[in-house]
Nanobody
Framework: VQLQESGPGLVKPSQTLSLTCAVS?????????VSWIRQPPGKGLEYIGY???????YYSPSLKSRASISRDTSKNQVTLQLNAVTPEDTAVYYC??????WGKGTLVSVSS
């Protein structure tokens, strides 16, 4: 199973960050949920949320009001949207399937 994150590397404050996780070698509707996590510069990993095999979602309480995870089963892709971003949302964003399969991550900077 391989995962690849994609999206803009730079987002302006107050805008919406949108990232896509393309999954190959396995279906997003089988085995394990697809999760999003992030790592701000110099800080530890932060869990954002997941979408499970049925399409149900869970979000970290700290990001629940701004995060949205969805999927396109025809493309085998999962999308993360984060609204009203601030510079504190600058991080490397990863998608993962279960605990064993991770994407390489994509750096998103929030700056005007």
């Amino acid at each position: 199973v391989q995962l690849q994150e994609s999206g803009p590397g730079l987002v302006k404050p107050s805008q919406t960050l949108s990232l896509t996780c393309a999954v190959s070698g396995g279906s997003i509707t089988t085995s394990y949920p697809v999760s999003w996590i992030r790592q701000p510069p110099g800080k530890g990993l932060e869990y954002i949320g997941y979408i499970d095999l049925t399409g149900s979602t869970y979000y970290s309480p700290s990001l629940k009001s701004r995060a949205s995870i969805s999927r396109d089963t025809s493309k085998n892709q999962v999308t993360l949207q984060l609204n009203a971003v601030t510079p504190e949302d600058t991080a490397v964003y990863y998608c993962m399937k279960g605990m064993d399969y991770w994407g390489k991550g994509t750096l998103v900077s929030v700056s005007s």
